[in-house]
């Protein structure tokens, strides 16, 4: 699968304007997984590890500062977060854990970047192709799983696409996938 399977061309070439000389290139292959880091680098962010900040990430112009005391999985999903803020022409953002700091207008930017965030690692097409993978590899029957196989996929694909378990049911429930089939229908 390739970038351009996952996102529109039309969203990749709106995240080639983001900063000059950037160049992410739509054929490059995903591999399984969202490689936050390399795409930042190839929109030309400049990204630095800081442990020492007071949220989990920051944007300040053309520079991500994300805190690499976390676990991996909130790092990319602080590192996605802040490319939503430059989507949305936010270059001074920080993200913080208490949304008592926010006022009204920061909590709208926050929601947005957050729900960004959780679309750009788990794009529609690759959670879809990494749960038939799972459900094929474990020899489970589509039609018929129980909330442990359930379970165990969202598991499974939250190790695979390097997401928290959390927001990757979360993601499933907004995708509505494993919604129960009521009787009769
Ligand atoms: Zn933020």
Redesign the pocket.
């Known amino acids: 699968m390739k970038l351009k399977d996952i996102y529109s061309q039309e969203f990749i070439n709106k995240l080639n304007n983001l900063n000059v000389g950037a160049n992410l290139n739509s054929d490059d292959e995903v591999n399984g997984v969202i490689d936050i880091e390399t795409i930042l680098k190839d929109l030309k962010f400049n990204f630095i590890k800081d442990n020492r900040l007071s949220g989990s990430g920051r944007i300040e112009g053309k520079s991500i500062y994300i805190d690499n005391s976390e676990i991996l999985a909130r790092q990319r999903f602080s590192m996605a977060?802040?490319l939503g803020?430059a989507m949305q022409n936010n270059r001074h953002?920080?993200?913080n854990d208490d949304s008592t700091d926010y006022n009204n207008e920061e909590r709208k930017?926050?929601v947005f970047?957050n729900t960004f965030a959780a679309q750009f690692l788990m794009p529609k097409k690759l959670v879809m192709s990494t749960i038939n993978n799972i459900i094929r590899n474990n020899n489970m029957d589509r039609s018929h799983l129980n909330d442990l196989q359930v379970q165990q996929i969202i598991k499974e694909s939250a190790i695979e696409l390097k997401v928290s378990s959390g927001g990757m049911k979360y993601r499933m429930k907004n995708l509505e996938i494993f919604v129960p089939v009521k009787n009769g229908k």
Request: proline share 0%.
């Open positions: 977060h802040e803020h953002a920080n993200r930017d926050e970047a």
